[in-house]
């Protein structure tokens, strides 16, 4: 299975909005709603931001928003805040049973 | 407060097998509401998901790993193990625990990580 795409990273400054793709294929990201985003700070374990496409879990900011179009996930984070600079990493269910992530995009706040 | 912890060797030679353990505290691994997968992620690289596991022992892999990846649950200790075979310098990675959850279809739980080196 091959990766989702990713840009390898974005940046904004303080306060923006920056918005994040994740392109597959209709056999995960445009096949299901199963797309979920992990914000990883340097050293950390991956966080969970976003899950089915667009739901935040409890604790998550609601500056963090997700959305999708045909095989291309979004990431948006707006009012963008020092602690946001991290890696951000998509990922999907596949047709196969399988999970598949991103290859990661570093998120710059200038 | 659910945590997962890693553990295992942190040196392996090549050929070798990689063996982890990961230990579930503060909630069980016998619930049917969760699968129980590992992650890695080499150094300055990507997650790369290598496989799951449900509390009965019905297993979930990734194809370019499958081969060489088997993932066990032993509910009496509430641990699930990953076992690498014939691993080689490419398999030199940060390795997370983490819980998938059916209702939230995402990993909700992750260990810190441990670093599995392969190296003679």
């Known amino acids: 299975q091959s990766a989702l795409t990713q840009p390898a990273s974005v940046s904004g400054s303080l306060g923006q909005s920056i918005t994040i793709s994740c392109t597959g294929t209709s056999s995960d990201v445009g096949g299901y709603n199963y797309v979920s985003w992990y914000q990883q700070h340097p050293g950390k374990a991956p966080k969970l931001m976003i899950y089915?496409?667009?739901k935040r879990p409890s604790g998550v900011s609601n500056r963090f928003s997700g959305s999708k179009s045909g095989n291309t996930a979004s990431l948006t984070i707006s009012g963008l805040q020092a602690e946001d600079e991290a890696d951000y990493y998509c990922s999907s269910y596949t047709s196969s049973t399988t999970w598949v992530f991103g290859g990661g995009t570093k998120v710059t706040v200038l | 407060q659910l945590q997962l912890q890693e553990s295992g060797p942190g040196l392996v030679k090549p050929s070798e097998t990689l063996s982890l353990t990961c230990t579930v505290s503060?909630?069980?691994?016998?619930?049917?509401?969760?699968?129980w997968g590992w992650i890695r992620q080499p150094p300055g690289k990507g997650l790369e998901w290598i496989g799951s596991?449900?509390?009965?022992?019905?297993?979930y892999y990734n194809p370019s790993l499958k081969s060489r990846v088997t993932i066990s649950v032993d509910t009496s200790k509430n641990q699930f193990s990953l076992k690498l075979n014939s691993v080689t310098a490419a398999d030199t990675a940060v390795h997370y625990c983490a819980r998938r959850s059916l209702v939230v279809s995402a990993f909700d739980y992750w260990g810190q990580g441990t670093l599995v080196t392969v190296s003679s």
């Open positions: 596991i449900s509390y009965n022992g019905r297993t």
């Open positions: 503060g909630g069980s691994i016998s619930s049917s509401s969760y699968y």
């Open positions: 089915d496409v667009s």
